[in-house]
């Protein structure tokens, strides 16, 4: 299984982007997609998941500015960032959990990381 990110850049604070990962390869199906973010100096951590049914999750400090969005047919998790502040400048990965055969259990997968920096 391969993920392929995409989407990062630079944009000036209170600006948007918009983060793509792509799952290919031995794919029968995906339960949870999401997105983790590490900055320098700091631990990887949660930015938004969302499960097959569509239910999301945020960190506290994304509310209400990230959206989280998923397409089942095309394996795909998506994450708009609007006012995006100084503090959300990290680089971004994607991380799936992905079915291979029927039955068989999730396995977890990670991105290679985009970088999304956020200066005037």
């Known amino acids: 299984v391969q993920l392929q990110a995409s989407g990062g850049g630079l944009v000036q604070p209170g600006g948007s982007l918009r983060l793509s990962c792509a799952a290919s390869?031995?794919?029968?199906?995906?339960?949870?997609m999401g997105w983790y973010r590490q900055a320098p100096g700091k631990q990887r951590e949660l930015v938004a998941t969302?499960?097959?049914?569509?239910?999301?999750n945020y960190a506290d400090s994304v509310k209400g500015r990230f959206i989280i969005s998923r397409d089942n047919a095309k394996n795909m998790v998506y994450l708009q960032m609007n006012s995006l502040k100084p503090e959300d400048a990290a680089v971004y990965y994607c991380?799936?959990?992905?079915?291979?055969?029927?039955?068989?259990?999730?396995?977890?997968?990670w991105g290679e990381g985009t970088q999304v920096t956020v200066s005037s």
């Open positions: 991380n799936v959990y992905v079915r291979i055969l029927p039955g068989y259990n999730p396995v977890n997968y």
């Open positions: 390869g031995s794919v029968y199906s995906i339960d949870s």
């Open positions: 969302v499960t097959k049914g569509g239910s999301t």
